[in-house]
């Protein structure tokens, strides 16, 4: 039990994660930095997801669980606020109720960001792992003569490498909440079922931020999570985003070399490859009603750009019209299954 004002700020919205909060919350307790609150907005859960968090905080009074009427992830972003207004911390940390942290996260990023003043967002690696947290993929970086721009020093000078690659995994977030405030909490809108891009997006253009060249936690991939379910809708929307942020500041994309012709070139050959994994998903699911929609959206749009997924399209598509599942192919030529 923890009787101080909490530096940090956890919060963990959760949907019918029964099988996951337990892990999620038992490393957020393993942290080896204890000046934190854990705030999970639990939106309706149908399983026994609840109940669980509010056996924790039966013994954790550092762990405050709210729950509510379910509104959807496409009001996640009302979700996030209404946590940040419970926020005592003056650090916010996300950590989604499917996910989890390794010890020393919160220590290192507390850390940079009190040494740091300027910082207005610390961000680092991440492992993608299988549901089981059995097998488990660095997320992170590659190429070490870019870790510059990681540190946005100057604001705005990371904003080609996000746009492109969008690398900063939500678990590894953690904000100076007087920024979030300035830029009116957290972000969502274009119907983008998520708040980290957005938000990141704005925290950007107004402070540097602070990488942590190590791993601090695993993001957990499975077929039903919500990255996976809205795949090539996720793309899409976020293209929209991203021409808005165009729109508004014109002299930072020009001072980038950011054109709209090479954007529209990027998301063209994106939405081919987020189409083909999207109709990918939905044949582990069994939705071969969509996957057939989705290969034949990657198949038929966007021109001649990236003609090897339209191939792999064209195969599931295939395998959806006879409704099998494409992950013992997968297997067999090396790729990696997504279940």
Known sequence: MNSQQPLVSIISPTYNHEKFIADSIESVLAQTYTNWEMIIIDDGSTDKTFDIALEYAANESRIRPFTQKNIGIFRLGESYNFALSHCNGSYVAILECDDIWLPEKLSLQVEVLENNPQCVLSWGKAFLSSVDLSYNYMLAPKNSDDQDLFFNNPPGIFLKKFIYHTLIPALTIVIRKEALLSIGGF????????????????????????????????????????????????????????????????????????????????????????????????????????????????????????????LRSVVGLFFSLFRMDIEWLAKIIGNASYK
Do not use: C
């Not at 891009?197 to 402070?207: A, V």
């Open 187 to 310: 972000v969502q809108g274009f119907n983008l079922p998520l708040v980290d891009i957005p938000t990141t997006l704005e925290l950007l253009m107004k402070g540097e931020f602070a990488f942590v060249d190590k791993p601090l936690g695993s993001w957990r991939i499975y077929p039903n999570q919500v990255t996976k379910t809205y795949t090539g809708q996720m793309t899409t929307s976020y293209y929209a985003l991203i021409q808005s942020v165009m729109q508004r500041f014109p002299a930072l994309f020009e001072s980038h070399g950011l054109t709209k012709r090479e954007i529209d070139e990027h998301f063209r050959n994106r939405l081919v490859i987020s189409y083909s994994r999207s109709g990918r998903y939905k044949l582990i699911r069994k939705d071969f009603k969509g996957a057939r929609k989705d290969y034949f959206h990657s198949i038929f749009n966007y021109g001649w750009t990236q003609p090897v997924w339209k």
